[in-house]
């Protein structure tokens, strides 16, 4: 049986490492956008009510919605500057069938997956429908958050259409652990990324 002092010792642990993880992650984010803003189309990161990441997250009390009290899944959205507007430290990015937006998802934790996992690509075909009353691309994030297991179900290829919401999308999937140099952000985010965007 373990002493009161030894279970002190390892929650301490267990969160210095989540959060030197999620620390990691904020680097890897932020790389990525410092050099999208290098790139021709001048990408800048969306912000849906800030600068800040697309989760599902809890604080219920219910036991189903304890699990959801860490984030183990996070999204950011990159896109042109030219096709969004900052106001009051948010983008606004109007959704029409002409918005192509870089898509990163990344799964710290999940029972499908073995390892931790980034996900990048692009999404197309983006429609927002009336009846959702969202008015810009940002709204949508929390949606896809919550919508997850249903949208990125089929891998790589994705065509979602609900209530809510239709868009098209390409994701690439590599393991985190593996991407931890400029280069090999570049090699197997950045360029593959790039590549669909400007094929769409």
């Known amino acids: 049986m373990q002493t009161k002092g030894e279970i002190i010792e390892q929650t301490k642990t267990a969160f210095d490492f989540i959060q030197k993880l999620y620390l990691e992650v904020s680097y890897l984010v932020k790389e990525i956008e410092g050099i999208l803003q290098e790139e021709e189309e001048e990408f800048v990161i969306g912000r849906p009510s800030g600068y800040g990441i697309s989760t599902l997250r809890s604080i219920g009390l219910e036991s189903n919605l304890v699990t959801l009290w860490l ?22 990015t109007k959704a029409d069938r002409d918005l192509k937006v870089l898509y990163l998802r990344i799964v710290l934790n999940d029972k499908a997956v073995d390892e931790p996992t980034v996900h990048s690509g692009v999404f197309w ?19 896809i958050s919550y919508r997850d297991d249903k949208i990125f179900k089929d891998g790589e290829r994705i065509e979602y259409e609900d209530g809510y919401l239709r868009f098209r999308g390409e994701l690439k999937r590599n393991n985190l652990l593996e991407i931890n140099d400029s280069e090999t952000i570049v090699k197997r985010i950045i360029k593959p990324s790039l590549e669909i965007f400007r094929k769409r």
Do not use: C, N
């Open 71 to 92: 984030v183990k899944k996070l999204a950011v959205f990159f896109v042109p500057k030219e096709r969004t507007e900052f106001k009051g430290g948010q983008t606004y």
């Open 125 to 143: 075909d983006i429609q927002i429908k009336p009846q959702s009353k969202w008015k810009k691309f940002e709204h949508a994030m929390a949606h």
